[in-house]
């Protein structure tokens, strides 16, 4: 049982130094580059006080001139200074503290182009997670010693807490070798103040030396990161192997140290070859004293878990946190995290074991939930996937924090009032623009397909769900992709849309609309249906990949453009016989002036005429009324008209014309049609997101 305990925080402690080695990977060098802006922003004061540092300069040089032309009077026997020269100097020294600020700022933009350069350059090697050293320390070590003895677990810890304890050993000399060179930008005008007189000039060299030498260490910062990042990527690949078959885990190892400490002292051998420049770092005595503290930590641990076996988990004053810390780390790696589900389902089936075994892996997992352990995907599963009736429940914090383990497209989102059980999860999902949801989901093998709006999403175990979404922020959980009607865009359109035709081009041109081209040069609009109501016109549903529908709006009918004017009559008569040919009665003219609304009107030489109307945009007529297809393929509703005269009035100047007490007016010939088909609306909007749940399976 012991063992079983030792090995468990072993486990942890690695993977704690990797996921800590992780998550500051690469972000020093993106934060600290040759610009002050972390400078300035983390130390505002400095930007504050650099006028005061200026004035402080001017008056350090007036003291000095003043100084050496005091020395002159003496005569040779003070070996002054001529007061010509040293008058020159000293005013283009305090020029210089003047145009300090920007003096430093274009020497940082020099050194910005080599940093530049060695942070653009792309190494394969460098995709890598630091979460993997410890699994393949680990499984180089079996070729020597027995991993699951005592010898192979304390080996692993030292191997790998030295690795990263040098790497943050690193990463603290690059932030104090990027503030020396803040420090020395920041003060530049003190350097500048004791330039002028050649009593002083040295030091003032020596200061232009420790500039350049900085500015140096902050470009192989650079070098020296990637470089042994780099190296962790190329071991993770072959395990320490070289290209002759030689190496191995222990010689990489040393070698990625040797690197480090290299990379550590580099300051020293700067220093050693003359150039001027701060040494930074820690001394050796504090890398001992920080390995005794995590030994310790670890015995302290040791006992914490020793005292819950023996005394019923009473606690332990002074090792609290380590306590607490090995409790969630060692719960959320064993056995998929099995106790810490039992220890806060509420009924239903346990996983983990009985009797007092189990008991004590509860106990832990309570521990574990307390202190910031989060499920994973597999014990999220063990309850949702299950009927009601065994399942359980889970809820609170750690529901909130877990769920994103089991429905990964919730893991951009903060949730909270998370309820999951068996076949159903229900959650308040916040994005990132503050927008709140709640969000419904429904286990597919257990509820009907629901009627309403729903996407269908997969989890972790792979099982299908309905996700329904109500609130202000619920369209992200049903929308498709931004798309910009490029040809370019195939590959993401039949990814989002499986069943649109091969060179359908996309153009999202609203909230849940998007406007669809084809290649044969069709158009339509498309309609989520989360936003809209059902339309009433014809249209198609179009489904995308995750089970949303879209109604897709059946295009319009083109007509040809008919000319105006009596003049145009034959080549109007022409063009229509052309686009309809299967209306045979002859024609007299064609009014093509209501083209843009879906209608246009054609007479007959007997005065009548007929209303041709898009099928696609009008509902079909009450009365009698035929269907005609174009040329093209679209649908036409023909109603028939009479001839008829109307009299209208007369106007002259916008003002009526009266023949004595009556309206003069003219007779004009005219059809008149008995019924006009009403046109259809464009979709409405959803009210809300919220529809009905679906029905459970039986």
């Not at 309850?383 to 497209?409: E, H, T």
Request: glycine share 12%; charged share 15%; net charge negative.
């Amino acid at each position: 049982m012991l063992d079983w305990i030792f090995e468990g925080i072993v486990n942890w402690i690695s993977s704690i130094v990797s996921q800590m080695m992780d998550a500051v990977s690469g972000l020093f060098l993106q934060a600290l580059g040759t610009d002050m802006t972390a400078m300035e922003e983390y130390f505002p004061f400095v930007a504050k006080a650099f006028t005061v540092i200026q004035y402080t300069a001017w008056a350090v040089l007036f003291l000095i001139t003043v100084w050496q032309l005091f020395r002159v009077f003496g005569g040779p026997i003070t070996e002054a200074e001529n007061p010509w020269t040293l008058l020159a100097r000293s005013s283009i020294f305090a020029l210089l503290i003047g145009y300090a600020r920007p003096i430093f700022m274009i020497t940082l933009d020099i050194a910005r182009a080599p940093y530049t350069a060695l942070m653009d350059i792309s190494m394969t090697a460098e995709d890598f997670t630091f979460a993997g050293v410890e699994e393949a320390l680990s499984n180089g070590l079996t070729t020597i010693v027995a991993v699951v003895s005592v010898v192979g677990l304390l080996l692993l810890v030292i191997l790998e807490i030295s690795l990263g304890w040098n790497y943050f050993k690193l990463l603290l000399e690059t932030v104090e070798r990027y503030i020396v060179v803040g420090v020395l930008c920041y003060t530049s005008p003190l350097a500048f103040s004791i330039g002028a007189s050649k009593t002083t000039a040295p030091v003032f060299k020596s200061w232009c030396r420790m500039v350049g030498s900085q500015l140096l260490l902050l470009v192989m910062n650079v070098w020296f990161l990637r470089g042994f990042n780099s190296s962790v990527g190329q071991y993770m690949g072959n395990g320490g192997a070289l290209s002759t078959g030689q190496g191995s885990i222990f010689l990489w190892l040393f070698c990625a140290l040797a690197f480090l400490k290299t990379a550590q002292k580099f300051d020293s051998y700067l220093a050693a070859m003359g150039l001027n420049v701060a040494q930074t770092g820690s001394s050796m005595g504090m890398e001992l004293l920080m390995a005794a503290r995590v030994i310790s930590g670890v015995g302290g641990g040791a006992r914490s878990a020793g005292s819950v076996f023996g005394k019923g988990g009473s606690t332990v004053t002074g090792t609290g946190a380590a306590a607490s810390g090995f409790a969630a780390g060692f719960a959320s790696k064993f056995k998929g995290n099995s106790y810490v589900r039992d220890a806060v389902v509420d009924g239903g089936i346990r996983m983990g074991a009985g009797g007092s075994v189990g008991f004590v892996g509860r106990a832990f997992g309570g521990m574990a939930a307390r202190n910031g352990a989060a499920l994973t995907g597999d014990s999220i599963s063990s309850v949702a996937s299950r009927s009601p009736n065994v399942s359980g429940s889970i809820a609170g914090d750690i529901a909130d924090r877990s769920l994103g383990n089991y429905m990964p497209q919730l893991g951009g989102y903060q949730l909270k009032d998370t309820q999951i059980s068996g076949g159903q999860i229900s959650t308040v999902a916040t994005s990132a623009n503050g927008q709140s949801s709640n969000v419904e989901m429904y286990h597919a093998a257990q509820f009907d397909k629901p009627d309403g709006p729903h996407s269908v999403i997969t989890a972790s175990d792979g099982s299908q769900w309905y996700q329904m979404a109500s609130g202000a922020g619920a369209g992200a959980f049903y929308d498709a992709p931004a798309f910009s009607g490029d040809i370019s865009e195939a590959a993401q359109v039949a990814q989002a849309f499986p069943d649109a035709a091969e060179g359908t081009t996309l153009r999202t041109v609203g909230d849940g609309v998007i406007e669809a081209s084809g290649a044969d040069g069709s158009n339509s609009m498309w309609y989520n249906s989360a936003y809209y109501d059902e339309p009433d016109a014809p249209h198609t549903i179009m489904q995308s990949a995750n089970g949303v529908d879209w109604y897709a709006m059946q295009q319009h009918a083109q007509t040809p453009e008919f000319e105006s004017g009596a003049a145009a009559a034959m080549y109007n008569q022409a063009q229509f016989q052309e686009f309809m040919p299967g209306y045979e009665q002859q024609i007299s003219s064609v009014d093509g002036s209501g083209r843009a609304d879906g209608h246009f009107e054609v007479r007959h030489e007997n005065g009548s005429g007929t209303m041709f109307f898009d099928t696609a945009q009008y509902a079909a007529p009450r009365g009698d009324y035929q269907v005609f297809e174009d040329a093209r393929g679209g649908q036409w509703y023909a109603v028939r008209g009479e001839a008829s005269v109307e009299h209208k009035p007369v106007y002259e100047n916008g003002k009526p014309v009266y023949d004595g007490e009556n309206v003069r007016s003219v007779s004009v010939e005219t059809v008149r049609y008995k019924q006009t088909p009403a046109r259809f609306a464009e979709p409405k909007p959803r009210k809300n997101f919220g529809s009905k749940p679906p029905r459970r399976k039986r």
